[in-house]
């Protein structure tokens, strides 16, 4: 006949072994055991998340402008920033209103359109 207990005792000792082969100890509180000389893995920084976050606010915005200004006066402004010549003109290259600016200004008027409804 089989003791329910042993079974139950025969099991903890199995998950200790295991724990202990995979580098676990048994550590008091406050002191430093086998954990503190671990090495922690190094995290690798998230550089694509963060360029698609500020290309995709970047379109976000100039979509925003595009809207707020109208597709006219948008455009002449950027014309007459580009003008100006030097860093100015560069940054009108990056401010012109390319299809994908266009596509989000129209998603903002249509949402507008619908919440005004």
Same mark, same amino acid.
């Given at each position: 006949m089989s003791d329910p207990n042993m079974k139950e005792f025969y099991n903890r000792v199995v998950r200790?072994?295991?724990?202990?082969?995979? $580098?676990?100890g048994f550590e008091a509180e406050g002191t430093? $055991? +086998?954990?503190?000389? +671990?090495?922690? *893995? &190094? #995290?690798? +920084? *998230? &550089?694509?998340?963060? $360029?698609v976050f500020l290309i995709c606010f970047c379109f976000g915005m100039k979509g925003a402008i595009h809207y707020n200004m109208g597709a006219e006066s948008y455009d002449r402004r950027v014309a007459e920033i580009e003008a100006r010549g030097g860093l100015d003109a560069v940054? $009108?290259?990056?401010? #012109?209103?390319e299809p994908v600016t266009r596509l989000i200004s129209h998603g903002i008027g249509v949402v507008i359109e619908r919440s005004r409804t």
């Open positions: 200790i072994e295991q724990a202990h082969s995979m $580098g676990y430093l $055991g +086998r954990s503190f000389y +671990r090495r922690t *893995p &190094v #995290r690798r +920084r *998230p &550089v694509f998340r963060i $360029g940054q $009108g290259f990056l401010m #012109r209103s």
